[in-house]
């Protein structure tokens, strides 16, 4: 199995978190964005990581590799296993990705002007903190189990500093919880050098 990925993509980060809390063996093949090889090119029309290969497969964008890891390595399950819990954790992605992973696209471009940064910016955190209340009461996003709404919510979380991103003292309880994430050897394992000094 081979994952072309990015040494501080948080979207590649998805996918190597996903990998190590499955203990699958992959072998990641380290991206330059700014001097992509031609073969990411031929593997991903859209010309970005993170790209599985396993045998004659290939997929790209995080959300549908990941779910695919999930069914391909059943142990531990990331995903309900209940049909009406799936749907809602699919939604619950989905609405990550327009609400918070478009902004955090933004913020990745080294080329975006500062103006669509700073409302990048104040709406991912708009959003982060209406997330804390659920956190009051849960010890993850959809109660006590570790799910994959966790691990595609964790690489923001870690790159909030990076970002310039501030949450308020009502966030409280999502920065507890991320602290929860970011111990966990499977997160640890998945960071690159690269990653391990955004945050100290």
Known sequence: MILYTSSTCPFSHRCRFV???????????????????????????????????????????????????????????????????????????????????????YLEKRDADER???????????????????LTKNKYLMGDDFTMLDITLAPLLWRLGLYGIELPRSAAPLLKYAESVFSRNSFIDSMTPSEKVMRR
Do not use: C, W
């Open 19 to 105: 990998l190590k809390e499955k203990g699958a063996d992959f072998n990641p093949i380290e991206v330059d964005p700014a001097n992509k090889p031609a073969e990411l090119i031929s593997l991903n029309p859209y010309g970005d990581v993170p790209v599985l290969i396993e045998r004659d497969l290939t997929l790209y964008q995080s959300t549908i590799i990941n779910e695919y890891l999930d069914e391909r390595f059943p142990h531990p399950q990331l995903m309900p296993a209940d049909p009406i819990m799936r749907a809602r954790a699919r939604l619950f992605i989905y609405t990550f990705e327009r609400e918070l992973f478009t902004f955090v696209r």
């Open 116 to 134: 669509r940064k700073a409302i990048a910016r104040n709406q991912i955190r708009e959003q982060l903190v209406q997330l804390s209340p659920i």
